[in-house]
């Protein structure tokens, strides 16, 4: 068992597809099985919460979190600004611009882009030096949206299999995406520091 004291530590874990990894670290802090239907556990001190990626760096950010396990797209989609931890080998993946085959060719033309990184989004087209560009901001599955409605899109590449099936291509790699523990700006104290050591050990 996890032994702590004082103010609790409240971490914040990945739901998703990362859910599964989440569990098995909280059964390994606990050294217990655990209810898999629930959305929070407790130990001694320590308050584990299962939360969405992109809301992991905004809790942290507002000091709901302590530390938490996200992305680093999320981290920059939301312009975080958190101190990386340790990097973990849970997943790895692309943010990329997703187009018809030689869409790069044409980036002098009005650019319209749905996604749901605007952030990103904008920051790429900016950097390229495109003006004319609108975005729109959805939940997911952009590329269903492509080339009918959009000409493009920005979203998170794994395997490009969706990509194919919808007969797109893969233009440009925007960022490289990797899973961090992370915490929010200020010291770290014992308990602090025990509780990221035991999670880098059982991560």
Do not use: H
């Not at 060719?105 to 390229?128: D, H, Q």
Request: glycine share 6%.
């Amino acid at each position: 068992m996890i032994k702590t004291e004082a103010k609790k530590i409240n971490v914040g874990l990945p739901k998703g597809f990362l859910n599964e990894k989440s569990l098995d670290l909280i059964e390994r802090l606990l050294n217990k099985k655990i209810d898999k239907n629930l959305l929070k556990f407790k130990s001694k001190g320590i308050n584990f919460y299962l939360l969405k990626l992109r809301d992991i760096p905004v809790l942290l950010e507002k000091r709901d979190l302590d530390i938490g396990i996200t992305l680093t797209e999320w981290i920059n989609e939301c312009g975080s600004k958190l101190t990386v931890i340790t990097e973990l080998d849970w997943y790895k993946g692309k943010i990329s611009l997703i187009a018809k085959v030689g869409f790069m060719k044409k980036l002098n033309k009005k650019i319209t882009c749905v996604t749901e990184y605007p952030r990103i989004a904008e920051g790429f087209f900016k950097k390229k030096r495109i003006k004319n560009f609108k975005i729109q901001k959805i939940s997911g599955s952009s590329e269903g949206l492509v080339p009918e409605m959009y000409n493009c899109c920005i979203d998170c590449v794994e395997t490009g299999k969706t990509i194919k099936r919808q007969k797109l291509n893969e233009e440009y790699i925007i960022i490289k995406t990797k899973t961090v523990l992370v915490k929010r700006s200020g010291s770290i104290n014992k308990q602090l520091r025990k509780t990221i050591k035991l999670i880098q050990k059982f991560a």
